[in-house]
């Protein structure tokens, strides 16, 4: 599942509040296929993260998991993605009981596409994505402990 860029290759994307969120799929914990195309109509949390069962993603995850009753109230979908493969995300799901959906970027090309992407891992940037495709608010600095809450905050 790659992506592909028109014109120069070596320029990396640009991503602003109010551009329409790039599409991709990719393979879930699961082992399904996942768009993002899947959730139109639907407000998205899309975030990556460097690596599951690190200590700050662990964290982070957990933020979300402790208040994701709130996020389904809100009928907002969770997404994680990192370049773990997917077993290793479902291995991480498993141990820690998160009720989202993670997905493996392995080649690295939807972090580049999102401009998440870092040569040993992704970025730690989160995406807030409106009912209609559209990216609402972006996230680069984030502390691990209240980022899921801060987003709720800012929906509400």
Same mark, same amino acid.
Not at 9 to 12: I, L
Not at 73 to 83: D, F, Q, R, T
């Given at each position: 599942l %790659?992506?592909?860029f028109a014109n120069n290759?070596?320029?990396?994307p640009e991503i602003k509040i109010g551009d329409k969120a790039p599409q991709f799929t990719l393979v879930s914990d699961e082992n399904k296929k996942v768009s993002l195309s899947d959730f139109k109509g639907q407000r998205v949390v899309l975030y990556f993260f460097p690596k599951a069962d690190t200590p700050g993603w662990t964290k982070e995850a957990c933020g979300f998991r402790n208040i994701f009753d709130e996020y389904k109230?809100?009928?907002?979908?969770?997404? %994680?993605?990192?370049?773990d493969s997917p077993k290793s995300l479902d291995s991480f799901k498993r141990k820690y009981n998160l009720p989202f959906i993670l997905l493996s970027d392995n080649t690295k090309a939807v972090a580049k596409l999102y401009g998440a992407d870092g040569?040993?891992?992704p970025k730690r940037v989160t995406?807030?994505?409106d009912k209609?495709?559209?990216i609402q608010k972006i996230?680069?600095?984030i502390n691990v402990n209240t980022h899921a809450a801060e987003i709720l905050d800012d929906i509400s």
């Open positions: %790659g992506v592909i290759r070596s320029k990396k109230k809100a009928e907002i979908i969770v997404l %994680g993605i990192s370049y040569a040993m891992w995406f807030l994505i209609n495709g559209i996230y680069e600095k």
